[in-house]
């Protein structure tokens, strides 16, 4: 029978991860780890404090699942049917179906995409990067310090008092590089959105491509009203879980930014990145703060998305595992 177990990772920061709900300097992932028939394979989880979720909630939960016959799943279904019984965190499934699909792919001797049904994934790809909110004046030397102009989009997190500023010095520093903004649910109705790119559209070298999540995901009212006036195209973020109604996503956004994490496996994020595409809405292919243990596995199923913002490994302090390496803003699986 397979051997499971859950470890903590402490991951110090590079800088500080601010978004509009929350800042910190340190995160504490998990690492599921499956060991049987002389292969090892690991799942990466990383809490989500919008949906309640905590190291401590996805201990607990797995040593329920250990309690109640992890020891004996072996399989997709076996683990489909723990799960109906004891469910867990999202994160947690993810990480578990990941460990699983790597395992299973490894004793079948397949790719994981391969195994699961889905295109190769590209030698290499782009990724978005990531500021996140900051001091308007420490804007210019953050993108110096990373290099960030090595990267198609970059991705700014912005709150309502210091958004219009941050851009501002990015349009500065970098002039003509495309943007894409994120709110994390910071604006508090659509009037007040439209206002803020009235204000963007004003910014000298700002290239406004995507605004991400500007508004709280219970506000459908005004994204269907703000969907059909924005001058950009909406992405939904934490509008979209693994129980969404894609006909009301599609009036109120114009793409998808799905996260394995959030969806709670390998098989229902593949599921939700095909009904986007089925409805018209740009797929994009999303992650947490993770390591390379969680990018590695969405690398899997690039190929499904069309925009990636897979660079939560680079804001880890000395990543512990090296599964993915990144060159010129482009991201490749480690042979």
Request: glycine content about 6%.
């Amino acid at each position: 029978m397979p051997a499971w177990s859950l470890t903590p990772l402490l991951l110090p920061l590079r800088y500080v991860w601010k978004i509009s709900r929350n800042a910190s300097s340190i995160k504490t992932n998990l690492l599921l780890r499956i060991s049987a028939q002389g292969h090892t394979s690991i799942g990466e989880a990383a809490p989500n404090v919008r949906y309640g979720e905590t190291p401590e909630l996805l201990q607990e939960q797995f040593s329920v699942l250990q309690d109640n016959g992890l020891a004996a799943v072996a399989s997709l279904q076996e683990l489909d049917a723990l799960l109906a019984v004891q469910p867990v965190s999202h994160a947690l499934s993810f990480a578990l179906e990941a460990a699983l699909v790597h395992w299973l792919a490894a004793c079948a001797g397949q790719p994981v995409w391969q195994w699961l049904g889905v295109p190769a994934p590209a030698p290499s790809v782009p990724t978005a990067f990531s500021l996140p909110i900051m001091e308007p004046g420490a804007v210019a030397g953050f993108l110096r310090d990373q290099n960030a102009a090595r990267f198609e989009l970059l991705k700014i997190k912005v709150n309502q008092a210091e958004g219009l500023d941050l851009l501002r010095e990015v349009g500065r520093a970098l002039p003509g590089h495309a943007l894409l903004v994120d709110g994390n649910e910071t604006w508090p109705d659509a009037d007040s959105v439209l206002h803020f790119l009235a204000q963007v559209a004003a910014l000298p070298g700002l290239r406004l491509q995507l605004l991400e999540q500007p508004m709280p995901a219970a506000l459908a009212a005004d994204y269907r009203y703000l969907c059909l006036r924005s001058p950009v195209p909406l992405i939904a973020d934490e509008s979209v879980t693994d129980t969404a109604d894609f006909a009301e996503i599609a009036q109120q956004f114009h793409g998808v930014n799905m996260k394995l994490m959030k969806a709670g496996g390998f098989r229902r994020g593949i599921e939700l990145l095909r009904r986007t595409r089925v409805h018209r809405l740009v797929p994009m292919l999303g992650c947490m703060v993770e390591t390379t243990v969680g990018i590695a596995g969405a690398l899997q199923i690039s190929a499904l998305a069309d925009v990636l913002d897979l660079d939560g490994f680079l804001i880890v302090q000395d990543e512990p595992f090296g599964l993915v390496t990144e060159a010129d803003g482009q991201l490749a699986l480690k042979a």
